[in-house]
């Protein structure tokens, strides 16, 4: 069924492309502690690939690694097809590489809108002197471009109502969303999401799943997210990774990793002679 | 009941996005700038120019450079006064050294000048935060008052250690020096205020102006969706400085005359600017204007009213409006962190839904 350079095509019918990232030996030190411990993994163009582990696994640290925040002390980032030198986070938004974070990291004193719009960030580059100008610079142009499909992804994840509150303002289910909304604004080609359902209840989850297939099924955008429940992860990922203490311990579809003697270990406990 | 977005229909981004997006503020607002500029010249006179109006465009000039820095992209600063140092003093040397030029590219080149500054001692910024900041802008300002007055070369070596405008014109008005008429003057800074102004609004409406704010609100956030911190400081740095230094060109050249580096720039004004801001507004043009007014006509009021009225001693009056001064800080500090500006918009939403609040 895997083919390395094909990609496969999915029991739901989508196609998966050939890999788009890919991570080599990764090895991650914080002192004497061994976060990350040699792992490889792939992502493939177009599918929702997941991280899962027990607490302290090192999944928040790889993804950590993939955007930008920690260096890793051994091991090489493939992004598209070349090793990626080493980047400062901004520079890794900039290749199109969007997260959310596990404590929503939104922009506290700013509409949803704004949020959104920061999002855009990467895809506007009018200069200094054109927004000081603002009509006159054709920096309202753009604004407006791109007013445009922020509002669209606005729609999508049904903000609407709320998109000119101050985030502060916002339970947290929808904060969730709108953090999502702002990483999608920058129309990634790879998003992350660091538990994206965490401490939602069960509708929350619900609705967050369906908007996480949909950004997948309807932008192809290429989705890794790490998450604690089980059953989501199952249902939605099409590969899943599994960590433990730093080390890989299991990596298929979500059925094989579900038969795999670790993993059931790892989640289960097994006495350590 | 005028004061309503209901029946105004915004049909296009762009409608949306306006400064004024209820029709109301929009005609106040062609208003004032109406009386600012077809009024007020005509009844202006020296009293009216040097002890309300000059100060109060002056400051607000000032005070939005300041707010863009601190309360927009939240690096806090007390280094304006120092910043209006360089604005003056490079104002002075430009009019000596080429007194032919228009005082409009002279003020200008100060800003550029100042901005220039402004990004070097914003530069210890990218490693350091909050108080830590405030103590390097602080250095900032003690060393550009120190420099202005060690080094004979910046007040052209006179005996004082003073500058003085010379006489400047433009387009043939005398605008610097005693022979310029409060009309000229007048005009002169309120060009430079609404240019400054709306300038810092579009700035602050579009993409730098939400990558500061990225900054302020969350560094590490801004970051990882494509904001470089390095950028958007400097940037804040460079616009603040630019605006900080053009309020400190008009005050030496059009407003005072003749200045002492150290009096008119010392640490005083660092804080009364940072007064300006946190009264007006943080974050907002409006509570710039705001702040300006309110400290401006703070000590006038106190003056009209302790000494012409109550007929209380001169020296009081003046010690009063320092306590005073004080005690609204704490309040403000306390109960309205947002400032004037926090006020006014509560005021407004009020004024939406009067008469009918339910």
Same mark, same amino acid.
């Given at each position: 069924m895997l083919d390395q350079t094909e990609g496969y095509i999915t029991e739901d019918g989508r196609k998966i492309g050939g890999v788009v990232m890919e991570m080599k030996n990764i090895t991650l030190r914080f002192g004497g502690v061994v976060a990350i411990k040699d792992i490889s993994f792939d992502i493939r163009e177009g599918e929702i690939r997941a991280i899962i582990g027990p607490n302290g696994a090192g999944k928040s640290s790889m993804l950590n690694v993939i955007s930008g925040f920690y260096v890793p002390q051994e091991g090489e980032v493939w992004f598209r097809g070349a090793p990626r030198p080493q980047m400062k986070p901004y520079q890794v938004a900039q290749q199109g590489i969007a997260r959310t974070f596990q404590n929503i990291a939104l922009f506290e004193g700013m509409s949803v809108l704004d949020n959104v719009m920061t999002g855009r960030l990467t895809q506007m580059d009018a200069s200094l002197w054109k927004q000081a100008l603002w009509k006159w610079g054709g920096a309202e142009k753009e604004e407006v471009a791109n007013r445009e499909i922020a509002e669209k992804i606005i729609d999508f994840l049904e903000i609407q109502n709320i998109r000119k509150t101050p985030v502060a303002r916002l339970p947290y289910g929808l904060k969730k969303r709108v953090e999502l909304a702002r990483a999608l604004a920058a129309e990634p080609k790879l998003l992350l999401l660091d538990e994206p359902m965490a401490g939602m209840n069960v509708e929350e989850k619900e609705d967050m799943s369906r908007f996480i297939l949909d950004v997948n099924d309807e932008f192809g955008t290429t989705i890794a997210l790490i998450e604690h429940d089980m059953g989501v992860v199952m249902d939605l990922s099409d590969r899943v990774v599994v960590m433990d203490y730093g080390k890989k311990i299991g990596d298929g579809t979500p059925d094989e990793v579900r038969s795999n003697q670790d993993v059931i270990d790892a989640y289960l406990g097994v006495s350590h002679d | 009941m005028f004061y309503r977005e209901a029946g105004d229909f915004k049909t296009s981004y762009v409608e949306d996005g306006q400064t004024f997006p209820i029709r109301f503020d929009r005609y106040r607002y062609y208003f004032v700038l109406a009386v600012a500029f077809g009024i007020v010249p005509f009844f202006i006179n020296d009293y009216w120019a040097n002890a309300i109006l000059l100060p109060f465009l002056i400051y607000a000039i000032a005070a939005i450079g300041l707010n863009i820095l601190t309360g927009y992209c939240g690096q806090v600063s007390l280094g304006t006064g120092g910043f209006m140092a360089v604005g003056a003093y490079s104002c002075y040397k430009l009019m000596t050294a080429f007194p032919d030029v228009s005082m409009f590219i002279h003020v200008l080149l100060a800003g550029g000048i100042t901005a220039l500054v402004g990004v070097v001692f914003g530069l210890p910024s990218l490693r350091i935060k909050g108080f830590y900041l405030a103590v390097a802008t602080l250095?900032?300002?003690?060393?550009?008052?120190?420099?202005?007055?060690? /080094?004979?070369?910046?007040?052209?070596?006179?005996?004082?250690?003073?500058?003085?405008?010379?006489?400047?014109?433009?387009?043939?008005?005398?605008?610097?020096?005693?022979?310029?008429?409060?009309?000229?003057?007048?005009?002169?800074?309120?060009?430079?205020?609404?240019?400054?102004?709306? /300038?810092?609004?579009?700035?602050?409406?579009?993409?730098?102006?939400?990558?500061?704010?990225?900054?302020?609100?969350?560094?590490?956030?801004?970051?990882?969706?494509? /904001?470089?911190?390095?950028?958007?400081?400097?940037?804040?740095?460079? /616009?603040?400085?630019?605006?900080?230094g053009i309020s400190g060109a008009l005050f030496f050249a059009v407003y005072l005359g003749a200045v002492e580096v150290g009096e008119a720039f010392g640490i005083q004004k660092s804080f009364l600017v940072l007064f300006m801001i946190i009264i007006g507004g943080l974050g907002s043009i409006f509570g710039s204007f705001a702040g300006a007014a309110f400290l401006v006509l703070l000590p006038v009021a106190l003056k009209v009213f302790g000494v012409d009225i109550m007929g209380w001693p001169t020296d009081i009056v003046a010690h009063f409006q320092l306590v005073i001064v004080g005690g609204l800080i704490i309040l403000f500090l306390i109960l309205e962190p947002h400032g004037l500006a926090q006020l006014w918009r509560v005021a407004k939403e009020k004024l939406r839904l009067w008469p009918f609040p339910h």
């Open positions: - | 250095a900032a300002q003690f060393f550009l008052v120190w420099l202005f007055n060690r /080094v004979a070369w910046f007040y052209n070596y006179s005996a004082s250690g003073q500058i003085n405008a010379p006489e400047r014109e433009v387009f043939g008005i005398i605008i610097t020096g005693p022979n310029a008429t409060s009309t000229a003057a007048y005009l002169f800074c309120l060009i430079f205020l609404v240019a400054s102004a709306l /300038v810092a609004r579009n700035l602050t409406r579009g993409t730098i102006g939400r990558t500061w704010m990225a900054i302020r609100d969350m560094d590490i956030a801004a970051e990882i969706i494509g /904001v470089n911190p390095l950028r958007a400081k400097l940037t804040a740095f460079a /616009v603040s400085s630019f605006f900080v």
